[in-house]
């Protein structure tokens, strides 16, 4: 159906930048969406950003003005740039992706396994 791999967590210092990548492949048809979300402990899922195949962008108060998404719609990635970052943005990123599938119909959401940030001195 749909894969969705992620890359680029890691640690990092407070203020600092990091860049997650995530692609998707599989037999889609049309994607309408994709976005990433973060949990941290104890706390549930939550809006980072996403990102239309139009280009409209949605962030999460906590993070606008610091974060930005991006989309290739041509190669079904997304990336999120992450910048000044602070230790509450500790978390698991997780990649989203919301899209029709050959065979399958739609639209369906699709998860990532989730990649690991963590900000800290």
């Known amino acids: 159906q749909v894969q969705l791999v992620e890359s680029g967590g890691g640690l990092v210092q407070p203020g600092g930048s990091l860049r997650l990548s995530c692609a998707a492949s599989g037999s889609i048809i049309r994607i309408y969406a994709m976005g990433w979300y973060r949990q941290a402990p104890g706390k549930q899922r939550e809006l980072v950003a996403a990102i239309t195949s139009g280009g409209s962008t949605t962030y999460g108060d906590s993070v606008k003005g610091r974060f930005t998404i991006s989309r290739d719609n041509g190669k079904n990635t997304v990336d999120l740039q992450m910048n000044s970052l602070k230790p509450e943005d500790t978390a698991v990123y997780y990649c989203?992706?919301?899209?029709?599938?050959?065979?399958?119909?739609?639209?369906?959401?699709?998860w990532g396994q989730g990649t690991q940030v963590t900000v800290s001195s």
């Open positions: 989203n992706c919301n899209a029709d599938i050959g065979g399958v119909g739609g639209p369906y959401n699709y």
